[in-house]
């Protein structure tokens, strides 16, 4: 079993009312490693001056990290089964929209991976192998109820 922990660290300024929800939704994201990542509510939800639009929002992670795992999935396949990567690059898309039941959530994630092999190259059949397979052992992919879509161009 392994456990991981990230540090969400917000403070209210003093000349801040509050209960009046005129305060900044900009925080930080500590992670063990020692990286810190400006974060915020997305501007999409919360419009500046409340929120920070050049920081990373929850939203916004949620599909990176869903990318990255996949990404690095797909890494580990393709190197055993002999296809050297020599670059990898996705632009994920995320939507935020009612539920069945009514509420906001990110139901689907698109995942659009451009792959550049060193030598020999998968055909289609079994690129689409590769994705499949690192979709099903994404641990990410795994924990959530989003659908994650992968799309190749």
Not at 26 to 51: C, K, M, Q, T, Y
Not at 68 to 73: A, D, I, K, P, Y
Not at 81 to 87: E, I, M, T
Not at 119 to 144: I, K, M, T, W, Y
Request: aromatic share 8%; glycine share 4%; hydrophobic share 40%.
């Amino acid at each position: 079993m392994s456990h991981y922990q990230a540090t969400v660290l917000w403070q209210r300024p003093p000349d801040v009312a509050f209960t009046d929800s005129r305060y900044s939704r900009a925080h930080l994201w500590r992670f063990d490693g020692g990286v810190e990542v400006p974060a915020s509510a997305s501007p999409h939800i919360v419009p500046p001056p409340f929120s920070a639009p050049e920081a990373v929002d929850p939203e916004e992670a949620y599909v990176a990290a869903l990318a990255s795992c996949h990404m690095l999935t797909f890494l580990s396949i393709a190197a055993k089964r002999g296809f050297a990567v020599d670059r990898y690059s996705d632009t994920a898309e995320g939507v935020m929209e009612k539920n069945a039941e009514g509420r906001l959530a990110v139901t689907r994630v698109v995942l659009n991976p451009r792959v550049t092999y060193a030598g020999p190259a998968p055909d289609r059949a079994a690129e689409e192998a590769l994705h499949h397979a690192a979709h099903e052992q994404c641990f990410l992919a795994n924990s959530v109820k989003t659908t994650v879509e992968t799309r190749l161009g």
